[in-house]
T-cell receptor
Framework: QKEVEQDPGPLSVPEGAIVSLNCTYS??????FMWYRQYSRKGPELLMYTYSSGNKEDGRFTAQVDKSSKYISLFIRDSQPSDSATYLC??????????????FGEGTQLTVNP | EAQVTQNPRYLITVTGKKLTVTCSQNMNHEYMSWYRQDPGLGLRQIYYSMNVEVTDKGDVPEGYKVSRKEKRNFPLILESPSPNQTSLYFC?????????????????????FGPGTRLTVL
């Protein structure tokens, strides 16, 4: 069983829709939760980061973490065609002997249609 | 400009022909790593390096070697490539940060990725 599960999609929505992307995980040691965005033919780049449980908002993006359910979400409001990308969740335990080791989800491919 | 560079970006080779993919970062980062990305499997870590001359295996190290002789460079070596190593490869780096429980700002694990190297082994 994978440590991090993410529905790969693909997900196709009309412009302006609210998008919900989700990941579940099994490792209770994870405390840092991130969302990376990867455009076609590019490397992933950090979109949002949350430490432990709670919500974090950044413009049209909201990240939620529910550690009791081992479930994280990324919401995109008023989605735009420029949001079309693959979104990867990533998690890690506190810095330790294995350093900044991230465990990634498979990624969800999102297309926002004009 | 702060960046991670990889070369080559695209490579087609044949089974058994040794190759090296270079990775360089100009951010003075201590931590560097290599990932491969495959459909249905996502990003998986191959090797990582905590600092110069300190390397360790990730989740899928078989068939790969790395070295870290200088802080900025972290080449990935395939001594005898096989078709199952056909993949998209990413190098990444991050600034070592021993803080825990950050209230804000960049997390300790922010990794900056290179543009990727698409490798095909025939």
């Amino acid at each position: 069983q994978k440590e991090v599960e993410q529905d790969p999609g693909p997900l196709s929505v009309p412009e302006g829709a609210i998008v919900s992307l989700n990941c579940t995980y099994s490792n209770s040691a994870f405390q840092y939760f991130m969302w990376y965005r990867q455009y076609s033919r590019k490397g992933p780049e950090l979109l949002m980061y949350t430490y432990s449980s709670g919500n974090k908002e950044d413009g049209r993006f909201t990240a939620q973490v529910d550690k009791s359910s081992k479930y994280i979400s990324l919401f995109i409001r008023d989605s735009q065609p420029s949001d079309s990308a693959t979104y990867l969740c990533a998690m890690s335990a506190p810095w330790g002997t294995s350093g900044s080791r991230l465990t990634f989800g498979e990624g969800t491919q999102l297309t926002v249609n004009p | 400009e702060a960046q991670v560079t990889q070369n080559p970006r695209y490579l087609i080779t044949v089974t058994g022909k040794k190759l090296t993919v270079t990775c360089s970062q100009n951010m003075n980062h201590e931590y560097m790593s290599w990932y491969r990305q495959d459909p249905g499997l996502g990003l998986r870590q191959i090797y990582y390096s905590m600092n110069v001359e300190v390397t360790d295996k990730g989740d899928v190290p078989e068939g790969y070697k790395v070295s870290r002789k200088e802080k900025r460079n972290f080449p990935l070596i395939l001594e005898s490539p096989s078709p199952n190593q056909t993949s998209l490869y990413f190098c990444a780096s991050s600034l070592k940060d021993t803080r825990r429980g950050l209230a804000g700002g960049r997390p300790p694990d922010t990794q900056y990725f290179g543009p990727g190297t698409r490798l095909t082994v025939l």
